[in-house]
């Protein structure tokens, strides 16, 4: 049996191999010329299985008037129809009760991905930095050390492990922090977290299933139009070629909702801006991950080199402002770790991406109501982290069917 996935980043080259491990021929189709090209390509490197609150929670409502004030340096706002109909939706979520479900549906699905990782990474190995290196978020104040304290309580009774550290306790797990100069009160700790590359992954996982020969990818190829025939996903129309196939998984990330809607389906994704640097390491750079959750900004040690991610811009596929951004995410986090990074180095990569945010933070996986359709996409700024476990659940869904 023949199934295409839609997508050659972390999130579909997973599911192809999940795919091919059931015994199916695969086909991955992207326009990109090369795996891991869009939100892939420069993350945050961070496997972070204990930090899955939900972005929509009761706080938020009180940071919106800043937010559309444009005093939040770390987010822009550009209101259009089409953010605020995905708005509506997301604000529907911010309620105590739905944040709390919604952090423990995705806590469940990372903890699983942590297992299918190590179960991945034993069958196929391959060198794409990966190393346990465990997490920090710094709390700059009281509220925080709140909010932090409740979450932590909540995730942990369903199986996560973080603690909450005093600042000199922080310090001496990580001694780099010594150098942040803003100054923070506590920190959430949890010494399972992981980081890697999520691009040597891609890059690694598909020169292995080629090597296979159950998956083939056909890159710079744009996937136009799902044809469906007598209720069913038939074949996907890819440039002047129309191929067929049993099954369709859409693992598109924050283009999934243009391909979809050629079918009548909004999958109610919207596409977050998010900006990376990355920098030789400094004279005092973390070796543990490090948020400092004020100003929505991490520092992730990746095989020597240090990955700056922030920033969280609702203003479409609008990339005109990237430079702007990541010169702001550059100053900001010299202002904040001046040590942490080599910042007057000339070898500096920097990067912006688009993250496929739902309202509920959860991603869409499995089946939808056109029969042979899938969907594995959705997940915010978790889809290298959750990657394992939804490959893995749009392939199981895909057989229960076949």
Same mark, same amino acid.
């Given at each position: ?137 710094? /709390? &700059?104040?009281? =509220?925080?050390?709140?909010? #932090? ?9 369903? @199986?996560? %492990? $973080? ?55 056909? /890159? &710079?190829?744009? =996937?136009?139009?799902?044809? #469906? ?9 890819? @440039?002047? %070629? $129309? ?56 520092? &992730? ?102």
């Amino acid at each position: 049996m023949h199934v295409i996935v839609l997508g050659a980043g972390v999130v579909g080259t997973t599911t192809a191999y999940y795919l091919s491990q059931l015994g199916y021929r695969v086909t991955v189709v992207d326009r990109a010329s090369d795996v891991g090209d869009g939100a892939s390509f420069a993350n945050a490197g961070q496997l972070s299985y204990s930090f899955t609150d939900a972005l929509a929670k009761p706080e938020f409502l009180a940071s919106m008037p800043r937010l559309l004030l444009g005093k939040e340096p770390g987010t822009r706002v550009r209101l259009t129809p089409a953010l605020m109909a995905w708005g509506l939706l997301f604000l529907g979520q911010c309620t105590t009760k739905r944040a709390e479900h919604n952090t423990v549906a995705v806590l469940k699905t990372a903890m699983r991905s942590a297992e299918l990782m190590t179960e991945l990474r034993e069958r196929v190995p391959f060198e794409f930095s990966h190393r346990r290196a465990g997490k920090l978020v710094l /709390l &700059s104040d009281q =509220a925080e050390l709140e909010s #932090a304290t409740a979450s932590s309580r909540l995730k942990n009774a369903h @199986g996560s %492990d $973080t603690r909450i550290l005093s600042r000199a306790e922080a310090v001496t797990i990580e001694p780099a922090l010594e150098h942040i100069s803003d100054k923070f009160i506590a920190a959430v700790y949890s010494q399972n977290d992981e980081v890697a590359d999520s691009l040597k992954f891609t890059t690694g996982l598909r020169k292995w299933l080629e090597e296979d020969g159950r998956v083939t990818f056909r /890159l &710079s190829s744009t =996937a136009k139009k799902i044809v #469906a025939r007598r209720g069913r996903a038939h074949a996907v129309v890819v @440039g002047d %070629d $129309t191929i067929e196939a049993d099954a369709v998984v859409v693992c598109m990330g924050a283009w999934s909702s243009r391909l979809l809607r050629t079918i009548a389906i909004n999958p109610h994704i919207y596409p977050m801006r998010g900006y990376s640097i990355t920098l030789p390491s400094g004279e005092a750079s973390p070796t543990v991950s490090v948020t400092v959750l004020k100003h929505r900004i991490v520092f &992730s040690n990746i095989d020597g080199f240090i990955r700056i991610a922030g920033f969280a811009d609702f203003a479409g596929f609008d990339t005109s402002a990237d430079i702007e951004r990541t010169r702001s995410l550059l100053e900001l986090a010299k202002r904040v770790a001046p040590d942490a990074a080599s910042y007057d180095s000339e070898d500096i990569r920097a990067w912006g991406g688009f993250r496929p945010m739902t309202p509920n933070g959860q991603p869409l996986v499995g089946a939808t109501a056109l029969r042979g359709l899938f969907l594995n996409t959705g997940h915010g700024m978790l889809g290298w982290t959750l990657a394992c476990a939804t490959g893995h659940d749009a392939a199981q869904a895909v057989l229960r069917t076949h």
